[in-house]
């Protein structure tokens, strides 16, 4: 399992933007990097995900066109950052990696996660 060090959560208004960080001590060219949000009293969900050699992403429809995933392979850093924030992105914020992730969005895929970033959006 590689660490993962999440950071960038805070209070923002709605229709704000956070950038979060997800930094780590192994090289991100062989995992796939994901980022997935825990609302209370909600099952853990995707967010978007990145090839970390290719480059590639992917994200959910609750986020598209909001939220944008991106990587510094030089600094092992995955970045996510979201804008026009809504109140239901208010969440716990994870980060997680695995090495062969064969579908984005199915949590076991991955195998190492971050302790996460509260971000709460308010109305």
């Known amino acids: 399992q590689v660490p993962l060090v999440e950071s960038g959560g805070g209070v923002v208004q709605a229709g704000g933007s956070l950038r979060l960080s997800c930094a780590t001590s192994g090289d991100i060219k062989g995992y796939y990097m994901a980022w997935f949000r825990q609302a209370p009293g909600k099952e853990r969900e995707f967010v978007a995900a990145i090839d970390g050699w290719s480059g590639h992403t992917s994200s959910a429809d609750s986020v598209k066109g909001r939220a944008t995933i991106s990587r510094d392979r030089a600094k092992n850093t995955v970045f996510l950052e979201l804008n026009s924030l809504k109140p239901e992105d208010t969440a716990v914020y994870y980060c997680?990696?695995?090495?062969?992730?064969?579908?984005?969005?199915?949590?076991?895929?991955?195998?190492?996660w971050g302790q996460g970033t509260q971000v709460t959006v308010s109305s």
């Open positions: 997680a990696a695995g090495r062969n992730v064969r579908n984005y969005q199915r949590r076991d895929d991955y195998n190492a």
